[in-house]
């Protein structure tokens, strides 16, 4: 069974940086896309990044483009998202996620095409 836990969430401010961080467990096949999704109250769960597990190829939508970093670091089976110049728009709970599908396929599909998710950590930036 495989396992997802973040952490890294928290408080920050306006204009901070933040990196999350998704260990994982169990049998991640090497052709998995890694992903990070965030939902805030009242809204849609919102496709953030994604990384091929094993080419390390990296999917984007253009709000996140320039401000947010996804990367693995096999060693440690790990995920990370590093959040750049922090915005209150970007207060959310944010979800790792992992899926057979492309990083391309994530972005346009979302949810639809993820197998498992981690609990989620929330998020909030201040203004």
């Known amino acids: 069974q495989v396992q997802l836990v973040e952490s890294g969430g928290g408080l920050a401010q306006a204009g901070a940086s933040l990196r999350l961080s998704c260990a994982t467990s169990g049998r991640i096949l090497s052709s998995y896309t890694m992903g990070w999704f965030r939902q805030a109250p009242g809204k849609e769960r919102e496709f953030v990044a994604a990384i091929h597990w094993s080419s390390g190829f990296t999917t984007y939508p253009v709000s996140a483009k320039g401000r947010f970093t996804i990367s693995v670091d096999n060693d440690k089976s790990a995920v990370y998202l590093l959040m750049d110049n922090l915005k209150a728009e970007d207060t959310a709970v944010y979800f790792c996620?992992?899926?057979?599908?492309?990083?391309?396929?994530?972005?346009?599909?979302?949810?639809?095409?993820?197998?498992?998710w981690g609990q989620g950590t929330q998020v909030t930036v201040s203004s």
């Open positions: 996620a992992a899926g057979p599908a492309s990083g391309s396929l994530m972005r346009l599909k979302g949810a639809a095409v993820v197998d498992y």
